[in-house]
């Protein structure tokens, strides 16, 4: 498992090695170890979830406060999406900046997000099967969004159509007005 530190360096990209012949394939998708190494942690994963998309799906940004604040590390294992993760802690210097990166079954990548970090994804391909785990349970009360479009953070998304929203995603907050990290 190879490790990638974004541009914003809280934010991992692991990359998996593949052993393959004619049978299929193998590799690891997480080793506690490795993790450990490349970020300083050792999360308690507790929560795994799975999501399916169609082309145009556009989940996010989506975050969780405290006492519930999350730490994922997500993958896609068919099809393929741009994720994002967006820096809400104000008081880092990379306060509102974005990172973003291909996921899919093909590259099978994945994107360490931090708690303190928003994140989203838009789904690229006709399907989308997306799954991540969680350092914490989901909080109804806890979970907040900002909005996809805040130009003040400019997130270039990929997309050719005009993405297909939640009700809960079309009411994200600005950066401005959300309720952020410290």
Known sequence: MQALKLEIPEVVLFTAKLFGDDRGFFYESFNARVFSEVTG????????????????VLRGLHYQLS???QGKLVRVT???V???AVDI???SPTFGKWVGAVLSAENRNQLWIPAGFAHGFITL??????QYKTTDFY????????????????????????????????????????DLFD
Request: overall charge negative; some cysteine.
């Open 78 to 80: 068919q099809g393929e």
């Open 89 to 91: 802690r104000r008081s």
């Open 125 to 130: 391909s006709e399907t989308a099967e997306f």
């Open 139 to 178: 909080s109804t009360k806890s979970e907040r969004c900002i909005a996809w479009n805040d130009p003040a953070i400019g997130i270039e998304w990929p997309m050719d159509c005009t993405p297909l929203l939640s009700d809960k995603d079309k009411k994200g907050l600005a950066l401005s007005e959300a």
């Open 41 to 56: 942690l050792q999360p308690d994963f507790c929560q795994d979830n799975h999501s399916r998309s169609v082309k145009g």
């Open 67 to 69: 006492p519930h604040t």
């Open 82 to 84: 741009f994720d994002v």
